[in-house]
C-alpha cells in the first residue's frame, strides 16, 4: 500500500508547521482500523499538510499514498481520503503554481474515482460523485456516470451528493449543461422524495432558472414541510427524546436542509418577496432543525436586503418561548442586530426578559458582565419596557459594560435613568486609566437623553485640560459637543480655549462660536486644522466651518481644494461646508453625486447634506428614488458584516424619503 514511502526525504519537505518528517506516520494511521488513531490523522493532514487548503510540497507528495489508500476496500472510512483528495485538487483563489500541480496529481489519477461512484460504501461514493466532475476530463462520460449513477442509488445522502454534482457539471460544461438540467429537472418533480426534490430546485435556480416552476416557492415551502414532517415522524418512532437526540436535531451544520435551503435562498438573490415567503415558510414549520436553520439564514437576509420584514421578525419573536436553547439563543442574536426593526417581535422580547432574569447579563470568564441579548434587543428595539431591568442593573454594585450604549436606543424614554446615569458618572476616578473608557457608554446615554443636569458631570470630566486629561482625552470632543449641545457653550468655553491647540482643536473652536459668535477667534485654529494631516482632522474642521456659514468665506479656498483633492470622506464635509459658507449649489452637487457613486458607505453624510440644501438638492433626485428602488442595503458586503449595517441603512432610507418630501 505505501510501497516508496520510506524513499521520500520527508524531512527536508515542510507542511504548515514545520518539517514534514511526522507526515508518513499519519498516512499509515490513516489505513488504522482503530477509528481514534485514524481521526488523528485526519487532524493532521488537514491542519499541517493541507492547512487551510493550502498545498505545501509535502501535500504534493502525499497524493500517491492517498491514492494508494483508496484502491484497498480494507481501509476504514476511505470517503475521508476521498474528501480530502477533492480538496487538495480544488480551485484555489491563490493560483500557485503548486495548487495547478495539485490539481494535474488528482486528476492524474481520477480513474480511480468512477469506480469508487459504486462502491458498497455510501461514504465513499459520496464524494465520489464531485471528484467525478471535477477531475476525469471527458464531460459525456462523466455525465453519463452520473445519469447510471442516479438511477441505480438508493442512499438520500449520496443522491443529494448526486444532485449537487449536477449543478457542479451544468457550471463547468456548459456546452454540455442541457443534459444535466434536464436531469435537474427530472429530479425536481414526483416521485423523489421531498429533500431530493428541494436539491434539485436550488441547483435548477443557480445553473437554469428557466427551468424552474412557475410555482417556485410555494412549491419549495410545501416540500419542506412533507420533508419536516417526515423527519418528525421518524423522531417519534426513534424511541425516548434524550438529550443527545435534541442536540443532534439543533446543530444545523448536521442537517442537509441547512445546506437545501442556503442554496435556494442564495439562488433566489435579490428576488426579497420570494425569500421572505420561503422563510416563513421555514420558520413556521414543525421541525425545530428547520426552525434553527431558518433562524441563521434569515440573519444573512435582513443583513444583505431591504424588505417588508414584520412577519418574519415575529415568527422570530415565536421562537423565543422554546425550550431548546440553541434556537431561542439564535432568534435572539438575530433580533439583537435588527435595532428597530425587531419591534415585531418586542411583546415576546419582553415576556422573555420578565420571565429569565438570568438571561439580563451574560458572564465570560475573568471578563465584566455584559448586557444579555434578550433585554439588549428589546433596548435596541426601542421598547420602554426595557427600562425596570435596565435601572435595576444600573443600580447594582456592576452595571454591564455597554449598558449606556444600549439605553440611548430608548432616547428621551430613559429620561427616569438619568439620575443612576450621572451618579455613576461622578464616581468615575478622574486619574483612572479607564476613566474614557467607562465614560463613554454613560455620556453616549445622557446625550440621547439630552439631560441639561448633567453639565457639573461633565465639566468634571474636563478637569485639568488640556494636559491633564490623561485618559479622559479619549471622551474629551465628546464631552465639549454634548456642552454645547445641552446650552453650556458658555460654561464650557473657558475649557474650550485650553484645548484649541489638542486634538479636540475643531470641537473645541465650534463650542466657541456657540459661546460667542466671534469668528475671527475660530477661523484661524479651524484654517489650521483644515490642512491638518490627521484626516479626522480635516473632517472636523469642515463640518465646523460649516456651522459659521458666510464668516467663514476665509476659508473658501482650502474647502475648495478639499473637494476637488481630498479623499472622499473628505470632499462631503467640505461640499456641504461650502454650500453653507456660499449658498452656490452648483460646485456642490457633483462633488455629492461622485461620492455616492463612488463610495456606498458615505451616502448617509451626503443624505444629511441634502437636507440642508433644500430645494437646492432636487437635481439629484434621482440618487435617492434609485436608492429607495435597491433590494440590496448600502452597506451590504459580500464577506463581511458590521454590527451597525442595518440601522444605518434604515437611517439611510429614512431620509431618502424625508429629503424627497421636501423637493
Same mark, same amino acid.
Given at each position: 500500500?505505501f510501497?516508496?514511502?520510506?524513499?521520500?526525504?520527508?524531512?527536508?519537505?515542510?507542511?504548515?508547521?514545520?518539517?514534514?518528517?511526522?507526515?508518513?506516520?499519519?498516512l499509515?494511521?490513516?489505513?488504522?482500523?482503530?477509528?481514534?488513531?485514524?481521526?488523528?490523522?485526519?487532524?493532521?493532514?488537514?491542519?499541517?499538510?493541507?492547512?487551510?487548503?493550502?498545498?505545501?510540497?509535502?501535500?504534493l507528495?502525499?497524493?500517491?499514498?492517498?491514492?494508494?489508500?483508496?484502491?484497498?476496500?480494507?481501509v476504514?472510512?476511505?470517503?475521508?481520503?476521498?474528501?480530502?483528495?477533492?480538496?487538495?485538487?480544488?480551485?484555489?483563489?491563490?493560483?500557485?503554481?503548486?495548487?495547478?500541480?495539485?490539481?494535474e496529481?488528482?486528476?492524474?489519477?481520477?480513474?480511480?474515482?468512477?469506480?469508487?461512484?459504486?462502491?458498497?460504501?455510501?461514504?465513499?461514493?459520496?464524494?465520489?460523485?464531485?471528484?467525478l466532475?471535477?477531475?476525469?476530463?471527458?464531460?459525456?462520460?462523466?455525465?453519463?456516470?452520473?445519469?447510471?449513477?442516479?438511477?441505480?442509488e438508493?442512499?438520500?445522502?449520496?443522491?443529494?451528493?448526486?444532485?449537487?454534482?449536477?449543478?457542479?457539471?451544468?457550471?463547468?460544461?456548459?456546452?454540455?449543461?442541457a443534459?444535466a438540467?434536464?436531469?435537474?429537472?427530472?429530479?425536481?418533480?414526483?416521485?423523489?422524495?421531498?429533500g431530493?426534490?428541494?436539491?434539485?430546485?436550488?441547483q435548477?435556480?443557480?445553473?437554469?432558472?428557466?427551468?424552474?416552476?412557475?410555482?417556485?416557492?410555494?412549491?419549495?415551502v410545501?416540500?419542506?414541510?412533507?420533508?419536516?414532517a417526515?423527519?418528525?415522524?421518524?423522531?417519534?418512532?426513534?424511541?425516548?427524546?434524550?438529550?443527545?437526540?435534541?442536540?443532534?436535531?439543533?446543530?444545523?451544520?448536521?442537517?442537509?436542509?441547512?445546506?437545501?435551503?442556503?442554496?435556494?435562498?442564495?439562488?433566489?438573490?435579490?428576488?426579497?418577496?420570494?425569500?421572505?415567503?420561503?422563510?416563513i415558510?421555514?420558520?413556521?414549520?414543525?421541525?425545530?432543525?428547520?426552525?434553527?436553520?431558518?433562524?441563521?439564514?434569515?440573519?444573512?437576509?435582513?443583513?444583505?436586503?431591504?424588505?417588508?420584514?414584520?412577519?418574519?421578525?415575529?415568527?422570530?419573536?415565536?421562537?423565543?418561548?422554546?425550550?431548546?436553547?440553541?434556537?431561542?439563543?439564535?432568534a435572539?442574536?438575530?433580533?439583537?442586530?435588527?435595532?428597530?426593526?425587531?419591534?415585531?417581535?418586542?411583546?415576546?422580547?419582553?415576556?422573555?426578559?420578565?420571565?429569565?432574569?438570568?438571561?439580563?447579563?451574560?458572564?465570560?470568564?475573568?471578563?465584566?458582565?455584559?448586557?444579555?441579548?434578550?433585554?439588549?434587543?428589546?433596548?435596541?428595539?426601542?421598547?420602554?419596557?426595557?427600562?425596570?431591568?435596565?435601572?435595576?442593573?444600573?443600580?447594582?454594585p456592576a %452595571?454591564?459594560? @455597554?449598558?449606556?450604549?444600549? $439605553?440611548?436606543? /430608548? &432616547?428621551? +424614554? =430613559?429620561?427616569?435613568?438619568? #439620575?443612576? !446615569? *450621572?451618579?455613576?458618572?461622578?464616581?468615575?476616578?478622574?486619574?483612572?486609566?479607564?476613566?474614557?473608557?467607562?465614560?463613554?457608554?454613560?455620556?453616549?446615554?445622557?446625550?440621547?437623553?439630552?439631560d441639561?443636569?448633567?453639565?457639573?458631570?461633565?465639566?468634571?470630566?474636563?478637569?485639568?485640560?488640556?494636559?491633564?486629561?490623561?485618559?479622559?482625552?479619549?471622551?474629551?470632543?465628546?464631552?465639549?459637543?454634548?456642552?454645547?449641545?445641552?446650552?453650556?457653550?458658555?460654561?464650557?468655553a473657558?475649557?474650550?480655549?485650553?484645548?484649541?491647540?489638542?486634538?479636540?482643536?475643531?470641537?473645541?473652536?465650534?463650542?466657541?462660536?456657540?459661546?460667542?459668535?466671534?469668528?475671527?477667534?475660530?477661523?484661524?485654529?479651524?484654517?489650521?486644522?483644515?490642512?491638518?494631516?490627521?484626516?479626522? %482632522?480635516?473632517? @472636523?474642521?469642515?463640518?465646523? $466651518?460649516?456651522? /459659521? &456659514?458666510? +464668516? =467663514?468665506?476665509?476659508?473658501? #479656498?482650502e !474647502? *475648495?481644494?478639499?473637494?476637488r483633492?481630498?479623499?472622499?470622506?473628505?470632499?462631503?464635509?467640505?461640499?456641504?461646508?461650502?454650500?453653507?459658507?456660499?449658498?452656490?449649489?452648483?460646485?456642490?452637487?457633483?462633488?455629492?453625486?461622485?461620492?455616492?457613486?463612488?463610495?456606498?458607505?458615505t451616502?448617509?453624510p451626503?443624505?444629511?447634506?441634502?437636507?440642508?440644501?433644500?430645494?437646492?438638492a432636487?437635481?439629484?433626485?434621482?440618487?435617492?428614488?434609485?436608492?429607495?428602488?435597491?433590494?440590496?442595503r448600502?452597506?451590504?458586503?459580500?464577506?463581511?458584516?458590521?454590527?451597525?449595517?442595518?440601522?444605518?441603512?434604515?437611517?439611510?432610507?429614512?431620509?431618502?424619503?424625508?429629503?424627497?418630501?421636501?423637493?
Amino acid at each position: 500500500m505505501f510501497t516508496g514511502i520510506d524513499e521520500v526525504d520527508w524531512a527536508s519537505l515542510r507542511h504548515a508547521h514545520g518539517s514534514a518528517e511526522d507526515v508518513p506516520g499519519w498516512l499509515r494511521a490513516l489505513a488504522s482500523a482503530d477509528p481514534a488513531e485514524q481521526a488523528t490523522a485526519l487532524d493532521g493532514m488537514y491542519g499541517a499538510v493541507h492547512h487551510k487548503g493550502r498545498v505545501y510540497d509535502s501535500t504534493l507528495a502525499c497524493v500517491p499514498f492517498l491514492f494508494a489508500l483508496l484502491a484497498r476496500e480494507e481501509v476504514p472510512d476511505r470517503g475521508c481520503v476521498v474528501e480530502l483528495l477533492v480538496s487538495i485538487g480544488g480551485e484555489s483563489a491563490e493560483g500557485a503554481e503548486r495548487d495547478r500541480r495539485a490539481r494535474e496529481a488528482v486528476r492524474a489519477g481520477a480513474e480511480v474515482f468512477t469506480a469508487l461512484a459504486g462502491d458498497p460504501d455510501p461514504a465513499v461514493r459520496r464524494p465520489a460523485a464531485e471528484a467525478l466532475v471535477r477531475f476525469l476530463d471527458d464531460p459525456p462520460r462523466v455525465l453519463e456516470l452520473l445519469r447510471r449513477r442516479l438511477r441505480a442509488e438508493r442512499d438520500d445522502c449520496v443522491l443529494l451528493s448526486l444532485t449537487v454534482a449536477l449543478g457542479l457539471f451544468a457550471h463547468r460544461y456548459p456546452g454540455h449543461a442541457a443534459g444535466a438540467t434536464d436531469l435537474l429537472a427530472e429530479q425536481s418533480a414526483p416521485p423523489y422524495a421531498p429533500g431530493l426534490r428541494l436539491a434539485a430546485l436550488g441547483q435548477l435556480a443557480l445553473r437554469a432558472p428557466g427551468r424552474l416552476p412557475a410555482d417556485l416557492v410555494p412549491t419549495a415551502v410545501r416540500l419542506l414541510q412533507q420533508r419536516s414532517a417526515q423527519r418528525v415522524r421518524s423522531q417519534e418512532h426513534s424511541g425516548s427524546d434524550t438529550l443527545v437526540r435534541r442536540i443532534r436535531r439543533l446543530r444545523p451544520s448536521d442537517e442537509q436542509g441547512a445546506v437545501l435551503l442556503r442554496t435556494l435562498h442564495g439562488a433566489l438573490g435579490d428576488r426579497v418577496d420570494d425569500r421572505i415567503a420561503l422563510l416563513i415558510g421555514q420558520l413556521t414549520s414543525p421541525d425545530p432543525v428547520d426552525r434553527c436553520n431558518a433562524v441563521w439564514m434569515s440573519a444573512g437576509l435582513f443583513r444583505g436586503w431591504r424588505g417588508t420584514y414584520d412577519e418574519p421578525v415575529r415568527l422570530l419573536g415565536a421562537q423565543l418561548s422554546t425550550d431548546q436553547d440553541r434556537l431561542r439563543d439564535g432568534a435572539v442574536s438575530v433580533l439583537a442586530e435588527l435595532f428597530a426593526l425587531a419591534a415585531p417581535a418586542a411583546d415576546d422580547l419582553h415576556a422573555l426578559v420578565t420571565a429569565r432574569t438570568d438571561l439580563w447579563t451574560h458572564r465570560w470568564e475573568r471578563c465584566p458582565p455584559t448586557l444579555g441579548g434578550p433585554l439588549k434587543a428589546l433596548a435596541r428595539s426601542g421598547d420602554p419596557r426595557a427600562l425596570p431591568a435596565l435601572a435595576h442593573l444600573l443600580a447594582g454594585p456592576a %452595571a454591564p459594560v @455597554g449598558l449606556g450604549w444600549e $439605553l440611548a436606543h /430608548l &432616547g428621551r +424614554a =430613559a429620561a427616569p435613568l438619568a #439620575p443612576a !446615569l *450621572r451618579h455613576r458618572l461622578a464616581r468615575i476616578p478622574l486619574a483612572s486609566p479607564a476613566a474614557g473608557r467607562l465614560a463613554a457608554p454613560l455620556l453616549t446615554a445622557l446625550r440621547a437623553i439630552g439631560d441639561t443636569d448633567a453639565v457639573p458631570e461633565l465639566l468634571r470630566l474636563l478637569s485639568g485640560a488640556p494636559d491633564g486629561l490623561g485618559a479622559r482625552d479619549a471622551v474629551a470632543g465628546q464631552v465639549i459637543d454634548m456642552l454645547a449641545e445641552l446650552g453650556a457653550a458658555a460654561q464650557a468655553a473657558p475649557l474650550a480655549r485650553t484645548l484649541l491647540h489638542t486634538r479636540h482643536a475643531a470641537t473645541a473652536a465650534g463650542v466657541l462660536w456657540s459661546a460667542d459668535g466671534d469668528a475671527s477667534a475660530v477661523l484661524p485654529v479651524l484654517l489650521g486644522e483644515l490642512t491638518h494631516p490627521d484626516p479626522a %482632522a480635516r473632517r @472636523g474642521a469642515a463640518r465646523q $466651518l460649516g456651522r /459659521l &456659514g458666510p +464668516a =467663514a468665506r476665509a476659508a473658501l #479656498p482650502e !474647502l *475648495r481644494r478639499l473637494i476637488r483633492s481630498g479623499p472622499v470622506p473628505e470632499r462631503i464635509p467640505g461640499a456641504c461646508a461650502l454650500w453653507r459658507v456660499t449658498g452656490d449649489p452648483e460646485p456642490v452637487r457633483p462633488v455629492l453625486r461622485a461620492a455616492w457613486a463612488a463610495e456606498p458607505r458615505t451616502r448617509v453624510p451626503v443624505v444629511r447634506c441634502l437636507t440642508a440644501m433644500g430645494p437646492a438638492a432636487a437635481p439629484l433626485r434621482d440618487l435617492l428614488t434609485a436608492e429607495l428602488a435597491r433590494p440590496r442595503r448600502h452597506t451590504s458586503r459580500e464577506s463581511a458584516y458590521g454590527s451597525r449595517d442595518i440601522p444605518d441603512d434604515e437611517e439611510l432610507l429614512r431620509m431618502c424619503r424625508e429629503v424627497l418630501v421636501g423637493l
